[in-house]
């Protein structure tokens, strides 16, 4: 069975730091692509950050620079490291993986956690 499940969300002031982890099922790390997404009641799901099999990374301009994503390939978790936190990145942060990684390519992002909240104040 699929399962992703985040933790390490809370609130902070700006300018604070949070951790967001990923506890992914065996099957998926390693072998396709995981992201971060975000969403904010009302508003389209933003895709924050994501990192390929091949340990390659990609983060979305807004957050270049502060988020950084990474994995714990020992212990399948994947991990968001924020920094900098300002109160527009306060949203739902959801874990999710690729139906698969071919030709270098991720597939649709199809499996989800549940989310975490982030919550910065000014």
């Known amino acids: 069975q699929v399962q992703l499940v985040e933790s390490g969300g809370g609130s902070v002031q700006a300018g604070g730091s949070l951790r967001l982890s990923c506890s992914a099922s065996g099957y998926f790390y390693g072998r396709t692509c995981m992201g971060w997404f975000r969403r904010v009641p009302g508003t389209e799901r933003e895709r924050v950050a994501f990192i390929k099999p091949d340990g390659s990374t990609s983060v979305a301009d807004s957050v270049k620079g502060r988020f950084t994503i990474s994995g714990d390939n020992a212990n399948n978790i994947l991990l968001l490291q924020m920094n900098s936190l300002n109160p527009e990145d306060t949203a739902m942060y959801y874990c999710?993986?690729?139906?698969?990684?071919?030709?270098?390519?991720?597939?649709?992002?199809?499996?989800w956690g549940q989310g975490t909240q982030v919550s910065v104040s000014s």
């Open positions: 999710a993986a690729s139906e698969y990684y071919r030709n270098y390519a991720c597939g649709p992002f199809t499996y």
